[in-house]
């Protein structure tokens, strides 16, 4: 008996060290103390057993022993495994900084730490703009006038973009910028979002471009010259990166600048003669100013002994002579300016390149690191847009639209997707607020940024698919009155460029944070190629005691044991509490993949993505959290907040259940499948009841329903376009009043005491009235109410010509 009591507290003792990651001393403590016991009460066998277990545990894990044997084997070991990191993967991985998505990867998150990102709002200025501003230029927009009578936006809008400052977000006030935060731009957009094209003129500018490059990298003649002509407009910048062999592998770019001297203004300068043919760069077509990365060579030496300088980026007037621009692509669904450049031995100074001569070589840098922030605001923050404008427009159609004497929001079939359109919109709007705010505390979000841009851009899909399936021959036929068609065809746009999606999700989620969020990894990397064995010593070990703690901590969790301590209230906190736990069987199944695997898993992008999968659930589900925990949450936003968790940590848990059928070691993955699912998956999707409560919350006039499209255009001001939401608002405000006379009148009906012939709403409200079954009030609301509903179910129809571009080609089948 004292035997077997023995062995089980020193396996509890020796889990509670792991769980701490306490180090080797305590666990050498726990054997040596119980081995004692053991020989001094007579159980010598096992005493003896612990004491040989303490001298291993002294062996690998007391510092002064190990360097002698055992570090030295490892770091040999290591040497020949470890991939090898190309330059332009060192360049990225240094990009950036690491914040949550750090915790995450320890599989020990401290929440005190996101928490500590205070989110102080939008300023008073901020906040005017997103409320008066963006409405303005919402209300200038109609869809089909823009993405098929114009193909623009109308002149009148392009103006009073630049003259309120849309293009000078991110440029300080100093330059005649408005300094926004992140948070701000990322309210703007994703107001703006109405409209694709006009939330891409206005986001691509303050993106990726020549704006953030100058502000981070430009000299002060540079910036003092374009960053004022640039906020006000007087200057439209774009970027050209992507071209016919370079699109998602942005650094083999064929585009060429050999270092030669040419004549600029009359005089014989030192500069670069560039040969380029680029391909989908946005704003392109009306271009003032080329922002033009491209490959630098100095074949004759004129900088240097260095030929190959690398990847360098340059600004270039349009009119310089050589250079091609102003013709169109059309990107799908949706006529934002976008079109190809090319130029043929274009001759350009040296200090045209950005940050000037000594900046040459260093393009790759400048780009990944402000993509790091741009990935998260502009895409994300359109698709969180589109969401907020999704669950209004198809909350308030299915709620006027009724078949079988009922709306069809209270039909369980189209409340299936109201609630995924609802949660999906919930969980867009928290991460990219959350991300934002990070971003304004100094993060620059690396990992979360393809997180983000992956991740939302797919929400954005299902949304808009989700929203045309309620609205049904609504919004499949196009004209000025759908507002949902000409977004859902551009929604491919989203999941295209930045980064495209299947490239983000295989490739740079999980390959990116591996290294660089890895509290570890890039330190023994370093160690390596420093041959520091002191330094790999101390990462290698502290690596395997996370190994160690986060498998302990996953399957005593798993087990219900030892729930981790979370500061939020009862309904985050069982949420927060299976980040927790998912995190550390995540940070145990990356280090297996990766210790299994070595650099063939670079190869095996299905088991990274399901890696990258994992991680990205537990971040929304943790911006998810944080948002809850910032804000006063309104009646059913707990039952949209069950249903958002339960879908991320299913979403998770299915990515785990994945990554172990497909591991090639099978001992390795049903190992790692006992650890971290010890009692199996405890998460599936969210029960009918939270889908039916949410559907009926944003299929009403309701706080929820409000929350969710607040920061949208929902106001129809004298001279605007025609405002879908704001006529949709208005009526779910009356139809708590027309819905029971609805279900009166139709009783009515069933029961004969209605003419027969009486088929359409119209005719039985008058039916009613004459009946003596309505008072006259209701009458003349009814009568307002169902022509405004009509009018809202009607669809546009044209000429039989109308969609001819060559009318002398048009068959006209009834000769008459």
């Excluded at 869809?143 to 114009?150: G, S």
Aim: proline share 5%.
């Amino acid at each position: 008996m004292l035997e077997l009591l023995l062995i089980i507290v020193a396996l509890a003792g020796l889990v509670w060290v792991m769980r701490r990651e306490a180090g080797a001393l305590p666990a050498l403590g726990v054997l040596a103390v119980l081995g004692l016991i053991g020989v001094v009460f007579g159980a010598v066998t096992v005493g003896i057993l612990l004491w040989l277990g303490a001298a291993a545990v002294a062996a690998c894990g007391l510092p002064t022993l190990r360097r002698r044997w055992l570090t030295p084997r490892l770091f040999a070991a290591f040497d020949k495994a470890a991939p090898k990191v190309s330059e332009t993967e060192r360049t990225a991985l240094e990009a950036g900084s690491v914040a949550w998505d750090g915790e995450l990867f320890s599989g020990r998150p401290q929440w005190q730490r996101l928490l500590d990102f205070r989110n102080a709002g939008l300023s008073e200025e901020e906040r005017a703009f997103v409320d008066h501003q963006c409405s303005v230029a919402a209300g200038m927009c109609n869809a089909w006038e823009i993405a098929r009578e114009r193909a623009d936006l109308p002149p009148e809008l392009w103006e009073y973009l630049k003259r309120e400052g849309f293009f000078g977000m991110i440029i300080p006030k100093r330059y005649g910028g408005l300094e926004f935060s992140a948070k701000a731009q990322s309210a703007v957009l994703q107001k703006l979002a109405v409209n694709e094209t006009l939330m891409v003129t206005v986001g691509v500018p303050n993106s990726l471009g020549p704006g953030e490059l100058l502000l981070k990298y430009g000299t002060e003649e540079q910036k003092n010259h374009y960053l004022p002509r640039l906020a006000d407009g007087r200057e439209i910048p774009c970027f050209g990166l992507t071209g016919p062999r370079a699109g998602s592998d942005a650094t083999s770019l064929p585009d060429v600048g050999i270092v030669c001297r040419g004549q600029h203004n009359g005089q014989e300068v030192l500069g670069l003669k560039l040969t380029f043919e680029k391909r989908w760069i946005t704003l392109a077509p009306i271009a003032t100013v080329v922002g033009l990365a491209f490959r630098m060579f100095d074949p004759d030496g004129l900088l240097g002994d260095t030929s190959d300088l690398g990847i360098t980026c340059a600004l270039i007037p349009r009119d310089t002579p050589g250079m091609d621009i102003g013709r169109r692509h059309h990107p799908i669904g949706s006529p934002f300016m976008n079109g190809p450049i090319r130029g043929k031995d274009v001759f350009i100074p040296l200090e045209w390149i950005i940050g000037g001569p000594d900046m040459a070589g260093q393009g790759w840098r400048m780009l990944v690191e402000c993509l790091s922030v741009g990935r998260c605001i502009t895409l994300p923050s359109g698709a969180s847009g589109i969401g907020r404008y999704a669950v209004g427009w198809a909350g308030g159609f299915t709620r006027i639209r009724r078949q079988f004497n009922l709306p069809v929001a209270d039909m369980e079939g189209v409340q299936e997707p109201l609630a995924r359109i609802a949660a999906h919109a919930y969980i867009a709007q928290a991460a990219v607020m959350q991300t934002a705010n990070t971003i304004d505390h100094g993060v620059k979000p690396a990992v979360p940024s393809a997180i983000l841009k992956s991740q939302l851009t797919e929400f954005q899909r299902s949304m808009l698919a989700d929203a045309m399936d309620v609205h049904g021959g609504r919004t499949v036929t196009l004209g000025p009155r759908n507002y949902l068609g000409i977004a859902y065809s551009a929604n491919p746009v989203s999941i295209t460029v930045e980064g495209a999606n299947i490239m983000t999700r295989n490739l740079m989620i999980f390959g990116q944070g591996a290294i660089r969020c890895h509290p570890y990894v890039l330190d023994e990397l370093a160690a390596k190629d420093d041959n520091d064995l002191a330094a790999f010593d101390k990462a290698i070990f502290g690596h395997a005691g996370m190994v160690f703690g986060n498998a302990a901590r996953a399957f005593t969790q798993g087990l219900g044991i030892g729930k981790s301590r979370v500061p939020f209230d009862e309904v985050a906190a069982p949420y927060a509490q299976e980040v927790s736990r998912l995190a550390s069987a995540f940070g145990l199944c990356a280090d297996a993949a990766m210790a299994s695997l070595g650099s063939g898993l670079k190869k095996r992008e299905m088991l990274s993505a399901r890696l990258g999968d994992v991680l990205s659930n537990l971040y929304l589900a943790s911006m998810l959290i944080k948002q809850w925990h910032e804000s006063e949450s309104v009646e059913h936003e707990a039952a949209l907040m069950h249903y958002s968790c339960r879908t991320l940590l299913y979403r998770a848990e299915q990515a785990f259940t994945e990554l172990f059928d497909n591991l090639p070691n099978r001992a390795l993955a049903m190992t790692l499948s006992a650890v971290a699912l010890p009692l199996g998956r405890r998460w599936h999707k969210p029960q009918d009841r939270f889908t039916r409560d949410i559907a009926r919350a944003i299929s009403t006039d309701s706080a929820l329903r409000h929350k969710l499209t607040a920061d949208t255009w929902n106001t129809q001001e004298a001279g605007q376009r025609d405002n879908p939401l704001a006529r949709y608002n208005a009526l779910l405000a009356d139809s708590e009043r027309a819905e029971p006379l609805y279900r009166r009148i139709a009783k009515a009906y069933s029961q004969g005491e209605l003419p027969a012939e009486a088929l359409h709403p119209e005719q039985r409200v008058e039916a009613a009235w004459e009946a003596g079954l309505i008072e006259e009030d209701d009458a003349i609301f009814m009568r307002r109410f169902e022509r405004e509903v009509l009018d809202m179910l009607s669809v546009d129809d044209f000429a039989f010509d109308a969609f001819a571009t060559d009318k002398d080609r048009v068959v006209w089948h009834d000769a008459t």
